[in-house]
Each structure stands twice: as structure tokens, then as C-alpha cells.
């Protein structure tokens, strides 16, 4: 009986103490080249909901930025601004966290196109990574165009950060 005591607020502090990956910032519009949409994001492991600090390093996580197909044409893959490789880059945004990849784009059959962006690394409570892509665009581009984007991190308090901008 005394093993059980000792051992259920241990369980209950591991659990309490999960930060959420939150979308503090997201800019964008045209990119590189008049033919990219893109954007700049920025996500933070905010503790500040957690019972019991520290929280746990986000390891692992996921952005999906939803544009209409109508702004974006065929599904394109999304470029990683700053990553390396045959990626672009662009001096003028945030270099991104290197650990941020593209992880594929699709159509999800509803009028809009869902690219994912994908996070593996850590990032400790009230810590933050940037993440700067694009995309290609129909031609001519649309101006103003609304855009959803969804964050979700690993270890986390289950919570789903949302966010929706309009692209100039």
C-alpha cells in the first residue's frame, strides 16, 4: 500500500507537467519570388497552464497550414526556407530551426490543400523555434488570401493551437 502512494503523484506530476506548443506569431505573403506563398512561424512551449514546473521538452511536433486549392494550384511540396540542402535562402525572414522538415503536402478533398510541416528536437518550457517555408503559388498569385494553421507537440497537455492569417 505504501508502493501504491508513493508511486500515483509521481505519475500525476509527470502528467502536469506538459507544456502546449503554441503558435505566438506567423507572417507572411509573397516569398522568394512572386510565384511562393510563405511565411514565417513561431511556436513556443508555453508552461503556463502546467501545474508543475519545469514541463517537459517538446521532442517532437507537427504544423498544417491549410490554404484553398483555388490560391495554390496543383499540390506543390513546401520549401523550407534556411534548412539546407536545395532549399532557398531568404535573408529577410527568421532562419529556421534546423529541425524543422517538410512532410508532404495533400489535397484534402474539400477545396483546400493541407501542408505539413514536421519538428523533431527539443524545445524546453517557455522556449521557442521558428519555422520559415513557402509554397508555390497559382499564377498570378491571389493577395489576400486567408490561411489556417494548426500546432501540436509532443509530450504534450493535449491541447491543439490554432491559428487563422490572411497572406498579402
Known sequence: MIAVATATPLAAASTDARGR???????????????????????????????????????????????????VGAVQPAII???????????????TDPTWTSAGASDNGDGTVSYTLAFVGSIAGQGVTHVSFGVLGSTPLHSGISVSVQATGSPTDGSTSSRTVTLF
Open 21 to 71: 506548443f503554441v503558435i505566438e506569431s506567423m507572417l507572411g505573403g509573397t516569398w522568394v519570388n512572386p510565384q511562393y506563398y510563405g511565411a514565417s512561424i513561431q511556436l513556443r512551449n508555453d508552461d503556463t497552464q502546467a501545474s508543475t514546473l519545469p514541463v517537459e521538452p517538446i521532442t517532437s511536433g507537427i504544423v498544417v497550414v491549410i490554404f484553398a486549392t483555388v490560391d
Open 81 to 95: 526556407a534556411n534548412a539546407g540542402g536545395s532549399s532557398p535562402v531568404v535573408g529577410a525572414l527568421p532562419a
